[in-house]
């Protein structure tokens, strides 16, 4: 069984499926978590962030994977926890460069590809439904307004202890919104046939219901 949740930064797509992973005993796999591993390698070992070949290079030595820490699924590259060194603002600011890189996506479409096929999973990111998992059986398509996600993320980085102003992160969300949507391979865009949901005035359980209500209504599940 294959759940593809996609939508742009901030929209919550992470929170929620988590949730529904573990109402539905399958495995979350948080496909933004490893692009940003990636950048982080690509960091720790000064290498520029436009360099594809290198980057690539890097990756295959070092094979970035998650897992389960005591009941919570973590990320590593190599032997390395990122699972918090992947969330500070310059990784998030760099992301999107690296993230563009077709050959860097190509492996990691890949590895998500691999994941999907020997497990049932709640897979989010921006191409699930239209890439890596085109025949899933549910696609959903998460949205909020850039004002509401900013919102979202002011109140996230308070509880990591990082400050920062809700202007500051409402430019940076359209920049990244901007970025992801018109990289050449594999923009951010909505599936033909995955199902739009705005989550602008909905909370949490309110959009965790409606997802569950479609995975049921689509697979009887
Ligand atoms: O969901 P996130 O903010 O953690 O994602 C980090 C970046 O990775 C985001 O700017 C876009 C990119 N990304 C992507 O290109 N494709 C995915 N499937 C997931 C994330």
């Known amino acids: 069984m294959q759940i593809a949740i996609d939508g742009p930064a901030s929209a919550g797509k992470s929170t929620i499926a988590k ?3 573990d109402k539905l005993n399958y495995i979350y796999t948080d496909t933004g978590a490893m692009y940003r591993a990636v950048t982080w390698l690509a960091w720790q070992k000064q290498v520029d962030f436009g360099n ?5 290079d890097l990756i295959q030595k070092i094979p970035i994977n998650f897992r389960i820490l005591k009941g919570q699924q973590r ?3 190599g032997d390395t926890d990122v699972s918090e060194a992947i969330r500070t603002p310059f990784i998030t600011n760099n992301v999107s460069q690296v993230s563009s890189l077709p050959l860097v996506r190509q492996l990691m479409v890949e590895q998500q590809r691999q994941i999907a096929q020997n497990n049932n999973v709640v897979m989010d990111g921006r191409d699930i439904g239209t890439t890596v998992l085109p025949q899933a059986d549910v696609k959903i398509f998460m949205v909020a307004s ?3 996600r900013a ?3 002011y109140q996230e980085n308070l509880t ?3 400050t920062t102003s809700l202007t500051e992160l409402e ?3 359209a920049a990244r ?3 992801d949507s018109h990289r050449q391979t594999s923009p951010l865009k909505k599936a033909a046939d995955a199902i739009e949901i705005d989550t602008t005035s909905l909370n949490i359980d309110q959009v965790v219901q409606k997802i569950l209500k479609i995975i049921h209504f689509k697979t009887n599940k």
């Open 171 to 173: 430019t940076e969300i």
């Open 19 to 21: 949730i529904i992973a």
């Open 160 to 162: 990591r202890g990082i």
């Open 146 to 148: 850039v004002h509401e």
């Open 151 to 153: 919102k979202r993320r």
């Open 177 to 179: 919104d901007y970025k």
């Open 52 to 56: 594809e070949n290198q980057i690539t």
């Open 75 to 77: 990320i590593f590259v």
